[in-house]
């Protein structure tokens, strides 16, 4: 039995050692293949708040793409008289993992909205969360620290992605191409790296038929009780830090919604119930004309973010007096 | 009253207790304890065996109660026999190094098929499936049909190779569950290779009981004189039919899972009531069917006719199964195949990966019955031999899909 135990735990060291070194050559050996990448306009954002006055009261807004294309911090900025900022570029990346990425910035005085989406309790998008890490070490080991159960456990397929994304690269430079179409928006440099506002000029609708009408309901059993716990935890640690917390909803293209006014009334009264948090607006004041969407039902285009933004500004001005701020 | 009658009651009473006990969990939308199906199974057929005589009566609960939930065999099965599985279980065990390097080698070999195979086609279609509606094509579809029957292949045999690796790591052998099912001939053939133990259960307990009914010989009496062909296949189809409709119901309540023993069973059923014409056919073109060309086109035919199976069995929805057939039929779909191919290029690499791999290990498996791939493994020099063992244990860590919700399921825990 001794000899078996002594293979296997040689087996297991060996095994271990080379996965390590594998992924730490991987990780940080290839370097700035994602520089142009999408996730980059996370890390502007997240550069953004770092240099932030950590002891003026801010605005913090923060989502997922929908948040990223309907929401400019600049103007919001100037329409509110405080420094705004955004944070999340991807639902993708999990909701948890914005949250948590925000908490580290939130300060007295603060004001965090966030437009409500369902998540789920464990809502970490480990692919997209190593690609926005990718040449950012301190956000690697800062996660790490937090979760290193979870960085183990997606270690591996990180790396793969990582080697795959090389050999991607590499074909791109030798063809010459761009990446494709769709990626003009989704790239690093549709971003103001000094805020992360998503900056590309986005005129008319360019959606397909499939991408607009997406039959969205508004159904609150569709909703995960976690995600209740964490936005009430979160609203919890808003309120610790002197910081108020406000959601509102995410706009979404008036012809993707089939739900009906009843079901909605009932949607937001039972979710109002659930999160005593305010709502800024009605859900149906964000039903989105065509002419505010850009390339799918819930991103706007400029004219939708200007109005998005404007409107969120209003809706916080039934709560808040700006011009004492 | 008699021995004999007051045993057959009790026998009775205790299969009525033993499926209410399934049927109250399973049918009635309760929560279902995992594995319920499985071990409820082995504890009906045990009592089968006690009343039969072919097995020992255990007196000793604990004896009892482990060998029904052996740890190993407890989720998913196989569902194993008394006689077989008993002895070796109450035996005392020395440790054995071969066991150990074989079970933790075959349990290794399980977790490849269930993370590297399964796992991610599971990040591939899940969402296909969920979205059916999005979806049209003949290409596509046929595409996602595939996927699935590798998928649920790799699941479930990597479960079984993690149990019997489990097992064997203890120094007991449980039965196997898969024989390269996807190689099968037909579809009869496929159900001797495919949850082998489950297809053994219907056979020994209600196949054979149902031929030896009174109903089976009288219709064997009223056409022995009239019609040979008859008297012998009428009895046969009544019985397959009856094995294929409970094998259906074993799955779940739904009218689909019916739907999908009905038709496998059709197949089954056709293959014996046909049987004349087929031995005329291998009769009259005995060079053809013997052809290598002949096997590789009734392995394909039977791969598909299982995979079709698959849109029955998937959705657990006659009216999604429906839908996707309708779909199915709506153009070609080589576009929206391509497309959804240049979309996971990434997974689909690994999955290649993944695949050769298995197919490998079958191919072996069929071409050398006489020794197994691990034993060959284990006569290759020591270099070799461990550098494969850390390559396929990197190919895990590195390919395999992992850590994520909805990924630490098995397919047969519903079951």
């Keep these: 039995m001794g000899k078996f135990y002594r293979k296997l735990a040689a087996l297991s060291v060996v095994t271990l050692l080379i996965s390590v070194v594998v992924f730490s050559s991987v990780f940080f050996g290839i370097r700035g293949i994602y520089a142009d990448n999408y996730q980059k306009g996370f890390v502007y954002q997240y550069r953004a708040l770092q240099k932030a006055d950590q002891n003026k009261p801010k605005i913090i807004v923060l989502g997922g793409s929908y948040m990223t294309f309907a929401v400019d911090s600049r103007q919001l900025g100037e329409e509110s008289g405080m420094p705004a900022y955004t944070l999340g570029i991807h639902s993708g990346m999990g909701m948890c993992y914005i949250l948590e990425t925000a908490e580290k910035f939130i300060g007295k005085g603060d004001i965090v909205i966030m437009p409500f989406f369902p998540f789920t309790e464990n809502d970490y998008g480990m692919d997209l969360i190593f690609v926005s890490m990718d040449s950012e070490p301190d956000l690697f080991f800062d996660f790490f620290r937090q979760h290193p159960l979870q960085v183990i456990k997606s270690s591996g397929a990180a790396a793969y992605t990582k080697l795959y994304g090389l050999l991607y690269s590499l074909q791109r430079y030798i063809r010459h191409k761009e990446d494709g179409s769709a990626s003009v928006v989704y790239n690093a440099g549709a971003f103001d790296p000094d805020t992360g506002n998503l900056i590309y000029e986005r005129t008319g609708c360019i959606a397909g038929e499939q991408d607009l009408y997406i039959k969205k309901v508004y159904e609150i059993n569709d909703i995960d009780t976690n995600c209740y716990n964490e936005l009430n935890e979160f609203a919890e640690f808003c309120k610790g830090k002197g910081a108020s917390f406000y959601l509102t909803h995410a706009p979404i293209f008036e012809g993707a919604v089939i739900s009906s006014d009843e079901e909605i009334n009932l949607y937001q009264e039972e979710l109002e119930e659930r999160l005593p948090v305010p709502f800024l607006s009605d859900l149906r004041e964000v039903l989105m004309p065509l002419e505010y969407i850009y390339n799918g039902a819930m991103h706007m285009n400029d004219a939708g973010k200007r109005y998005y933004t404007h409107k969120l500004y209003e809706d916080l001005s039934k709560y808040i007096d700006f011009s004492k701020e | ?415």
């Design chain 2, 1 to 415: 009253m008699d021995m004999a009658k007051r045993q057959k009651r009790i026998i009775a009473a205790v299969i009525v207790v033993l499926l209410l006990v399934l049927g109250i969990f399973k049918y009635a939308s309760l929560v279902l304890p995992i594995g319920l199906s499985f071990y409820v199974f082995q504890s009906m057929g045990y009592c089968i065996d006690v009343y039969r005589g072919t097995a020992e009566t255990e007196t000793n609960f604990f004896r009892h109660a482990l060998y029904v939930s052996f740890f190993p065999q407890l989720l998913q099965g196989p569902i194993g026999d008394y006689n077989r599985l008993s002895p070796q279980i109450f035996q005392e065990h020395e440790f054995s190094y071969r066991n150990a390097v074989y079970g933790l080698q075959r349990a290794a070999w399980g977790f490849f098929k269930k993370l590297v195979i399964a796992n991610q086609i599971s990040l591939v279609i899940d969402g296909i499936w969920a979205d059916y509606g999005s979806y049209t094509g003949f290409l596509f579809w046929w595409c996602i049909l595939v996927l699935y029957a590798f998928q649920l292949y790799a699941d479930f045999s990597g479960y079984m190779d993690i149990a019997n690796g489990c097992a064997q790591m203890l120094g007991i052998v449980m039965d196997e569950n898969f024989e390269t099912p996807y190689f099968s001939k037909s579809i009869a053939e496929f159900w001797r290779r495919w949850h082998i133990t489950l297809g053994t259960w219907f056979r020994n307990y209600v196949f054979y009981p149902i031929l030896r009914s009174d109903i089976c010989s009288g219709i064997r009496k009223k056409y022995r004189k009239r019609n040979a062909y008859l008297a012998n296949t009428l009895p046969d189809a009544f019985a397959l039919l009856v094995v294929w409709f409970l094998i259906g119901l074993w799955h779940g309540a739904g009218w689909c899972y019916v739907a999908y023993g009905l038709f496998h069973g059709t197949f089954v059923i056709l293959s014996v009531v046909l049987s004349p014409i087929y031995t005329a056919f291998h009769r009259k073109f005995s060079k053809l069917v013997e052809s290598r060309g002949f096997c590789i086109l009734q392995v394909v035919r039977t791969f598909l006719i299982v995979a079709f199976g698959y849109a029955i069995f998937r959705p657990a929805d006659l009216t999604v199964t429906a839908e996707i057939i309708r779909r199915m039929t709506n153009g070609i779909g080589l576009h929206e195949m391509l497309n959804f191919g240049k979309e996971n290029i990434k997974i689909f690499f690994e999955i290649f990966i993944g695949m050769a791999a298995l197919l490998y290990a079958d191919v072996y498996h069929l071409g050398h019955r006489e020794i197994t791939l691990r034993e060959t493994i284990s006569e290759y020099p020591a270099w070799k031999r461990w550098g494969l063992y850390i390559g396929f244990l990197l190919c895990i860590i590195f390919l395999g899909a992992y850590g994520k919700s909805g990924l630490d399921q098995f397919a047969y825990f519903r079951f």
